[in-house]
T-cell receptor, first 113, second 116 residues
Framework: AQTVTQSQPEMSVQEAETVTLSCTYDTSESDYYLFWYKQPPSRQMILVIRQEAYKQQNATENRFSVNFQKAAKSFSLKISDSQLGDAAMYFCAYRRAGNMLTFGGGTRLMVKP | NAGVMQNPRHLVRRRGQEARLRCSPMKGHSHVYWYRQLPEEGLKFMVYLQKENIIDESGMPKERFSAEFPKEGPSILRIQQVVRGDSAAYFC??????????????FGPGTRLTVL
């Protein structure tokens, strides 16, 4: 079975600084997708960024980028120029070419003004 | 273009009662997924449905829980004879297609179930 591990229960960053959230996963599949979702206090799950495993180029979305290391099964999220609105729970998720998402346990990000 | 709708947003039930959670997918989406989030935990997959079909229910408890996605109307997650351990946030997600491709699941706002 696939597993997703987020080893940092909490992270803190100063406003305007950069922070990296870690995620590792375990799978025997070669074709899969990886996602980062943000869950603010409203509890809405918001897609931040996604990565296809077959793509070598790391995905970027504005201030958000990933470092995808397929051989190491690592998928970290970098947030640049952190803003107060970035404070939330962040969940890493895996999805094989099929259907359901498998989520990590989450990292709570705090942003200090 | 409305997103995924879930209702109610909050539901309080006493032990032994039934809970019905509704999910209307995004327009044009025919794939629905239900996830459960216990306090301070990540989301756990429960069931995956297409119109009139249950595709994968491997994450759903065998007893008391059922789900449907009829040809017309929303998807329903039904919990019979609720117990305190059922207290959680239940999220619905929908997608346009399931097989292959970077098909993205879009989430509703969730239903927070509290069992007294």
């Amino acid at each position: 079975a696939q597993t997703v591990t987020q080893s940092q229960p909490e992270m803190s960053v100063q406003e305007a600084e950069t922070v990296t959230l870690s995620c590792t996963y375990d799978t025997s599949e070669s074709d899969y997708y990886l996602f980062w979702y943000k869950q603010p206090p409203s509890r809405q799950m918001i897609l931040v960024i996604r990565q296809e495993a077959y793509k070598q180029q790391n995905a970027t979305e504005n201030r958000f980028s990933v470092n995808f290391q397929k051989a190491a099964k690592s998928f970290s999220l970098k947030i640049s120029d952190s803003q107060l609105g970035d404070a939330a729970m962040y969940f890493c998720a895996y999805r094989r070419a099929g259907n359901m998402l498998t989520f990590g346990g989450g990292t709570r990000l705090m942003v200090k003004p | 273009n409305a997103g995924v709708m879930q209702n109610p947003r909050h539901l309080v039930r006493r032990r032994g009662q039934e809970a019905r959670l509704r999910c209307s997918p995004m327009k044009g989406h025919s794939h629905v997924y239900w996830y459960r989030q216990l306090p301070e935990e990540g989301l756990k997959f429960m069931v995956y449905l297409q119109k009139e079909n249950i595709i994968d229910e491997s994450g759903m408890p065998k007893e008391r829980f059922s789900a449907e996605f009829p040809k017309e109307g929303p998807s329903i997650l039904r919990i019979q004879q609720v117990v305190r351990g059922d207290s959680a946030a239940y999220f619905c997600a929908s997608s346009l297609m399931a097989s292959g491709g970077p098909d993205t699941q879009y989430f509703g706002p969730g239903t927070r179930l509290t069992v007294l």
